[in-house]
């Protein structure tokens, strides 16, 4: 195939450039990406057997439900910018649909035997990479859409199993996801270099940030994301910990909270990655663990982490920015009042689909500033356009380029000074949008903006 | 045999049958798969709260209505026609009676005391019709939208047939149209309503029965997170 024609190349693993801003690829043209060796049918059967391997009775009950009324496409933000039919969010389940149709729902047989819905090829699969990773951020807001309440999203996080299983990711997310699972992180915050970066916030920014402690109440986690880009976020996370007089830790063996094998679809190396956490958590018998401004990673933890570990979490997992609100909600923490408007873009992971909704605008309250919401806000809020592993993707720069311009107008629109986050990926993405555009808004963020804002002395 | 006598004996109980161990049959395939327990800890332990999806997302958010009012006012004009002509034209509840009877040996009257009350025909004819126009505007739409088009297959295409041609004859049935003997318009409208019966377990016309499962599972799902329903 080549791309003269209209279809992606193949295109093997090759080394990728960790040194740039963003994980790189020298030449992110149109392709598919491939791993491993082997068979196109062994591809299919993997795909398919680790589609169906965790499929309960909600799954199944969601694939018997599609009426084909189209209308989550309304909600996607890839059709909203495009307007092509593709990105439809049922459709880009289409593959998965044929085979739960063919080999599990309950007239499987009759669909075989009279080969009613074909076997699903690996050219459709390959097609269907760009889908199901380049144009879904996993946001959920289709799930919100959809008339007959399927929740889509969850289904695109299946069929990503299906895809890792048969080597058919991106190559971005395959190698990140590879190296966390090798070196404990993905964008190289290994634990030595989070030592040395520890050391190296806590002398510059006079800063006391214990590691490692055998014994604490409150176990805190961070992402890569700004372990290496936003390291102001690891300062402010000790002024806050410290400030409360918490008795926390950071600790080597658990402190890595990115967990991109949920959004590749590495079900085994999203366990590992989770498991250290908890781990660690354990270890120290932390009563609470803090996950740090990360959409993903709140899932990951949060609504995942005790199915991973097969029994309930023996401690409390809270958001950083519930952990603020119940601080601010228990009169603990005080704030200097911020004389400025605000508006607050809701990362989809920890408001629409994590139920952290008002947690953030309760400190946002705090801090006093003037709220603007966007329109839309809240569960219905437009994605960034960079989560789900899509900002880590350089295919799909392009695309996300389109959808970030949905977050510039509303943002726009308020007329906020302030536009502000709690998400590292989100504020990723804006920042790689902002310089894109070279736009005049920067995103913050919400932690940033509390730690900056401590009331230091309060006699 | 003639064919009136085909459609009210052999083909309603054969399309009864097919129809009822169908649905059976494919539910149960759904039913009984396992479930796994989620042992997150819950941010609102009552779960069954989202059960009000169920009647929530009967009608789209304010943000989406915009996109979505087309496929919703369609979908409202269809329903509402062709539920209220099924079930409260009055030959039809006459004739629900005798199945019934048929079946169980006695009619709603005989077991619970009163009957099942009907509208008047001129009511029906206009709801049937308003449920016609509608049917043949989503046919329309899905034939044109870029997004429906893509998306649909056999399955849409005969499920809209078979909900189509009892309406239809139906309505013909009921007009005693023109040249035709009214037993044969009769036995044209049984078949295609036994035409539905037989396809319903088979496509898309399930989500009559799954719609509430689903939107009744997400509920669950999302409530017990707190995530927006």
Known sequence: MTASTGQPHARKPEPLEFDKPRVSIATPEYRYDMQGEMPEAERVERAMKSFVKDFGRTAAIYMESCIHCGMCAEACHFYEVTKDPKYTPIWKLEPFKQAYKREYGPFAVIYRALNLKQKVTVEQLQEWQQLIYDSCTVCGRCSLMCPMGIDIASLVSQARHGMYAAGLIPHELWAVTERARLEGSPLGATPKVFKDRLEWLADDHEVEIPLDEPDADVLCAMSSIEIMKYPDSVVATARIMNHLGVRWTFRLDGYEATNFGLLSGNAAAQKLLTMKIIDAAVACGARTVILPECGHAYTALRWMGANMYGQPLPFRVMHIAEFLAEQVREGKLRLKRVAKSATFHDPCQVVRRGGAIEAPREVLKALGVELREMYPTKGTNWCCGGGGGVVANHRADELRYKTFKLKMEQIEETGAELPVTTCANCRQTFDDGQAHFKWDHKMHSLLELVADNLIEDES | ?229
């Open chain 2, 1 to 229: 045999m003639d064919l009136l006598e085909f459609a009210r004996g052999p083909a309603l109980q054969w399309s009864i049958s097919i129809f009822i161990a169908g649905v059976l049959w494919r539910l149960l395939g759904v039913f009984l798969l396992r479930s796994k327990k989620d042992l997150s800890e819950p941010r609102n332990p009552a779960a069954w709260k989202g059960l009000r999806l169920i009647a929530l997302r009967s009608w789209p958010r304010r943000e989406f209505l915009e996109g979505t009012a087309f496929g919703e006012v369609m979908g409202y004009a269809f329903h509402v026609g062709f539920l209220v002509s099924l079930f409260f034209f009055a030959p039809h509840v006459l004739f629900f009676a005798d199945v019934a009877r048929g079946l169980i040996g006695t009619d709603l009257r005989g077991l619970v005391g009163f009957g099942w009350p009907t509208l008047p025909n001129g009511i029906i004819t206009l709801l049937s019709a308003i449920s016609v126009a509608a049917l043949l505007a989503v046919l329309v739409h899905r034939l044109v939208n870029p997004v429906k088009r893509l998306i649909s297959n056999f399955d849409d295409y005969f499920s809209w047939f078979v909900t189509f041609a009892p309406l239809v004859t139906g309505m013909a049935a009921f007009a005693h149209l023109a040249g035709w003997p009214y037993e044969r318009l009769l036995a044209y409208h049984l078949l295609s309503v036994e035409l539905l019966l037989v396809w319903f377990p088979f496509g898309k016309l399930m989500h009559a029965f799954t719609i509430f499962a689903a939107r009744g599972a997400t509920g669950m799902l999302f409530e017990r997170k707190g995530a927006s329903l």
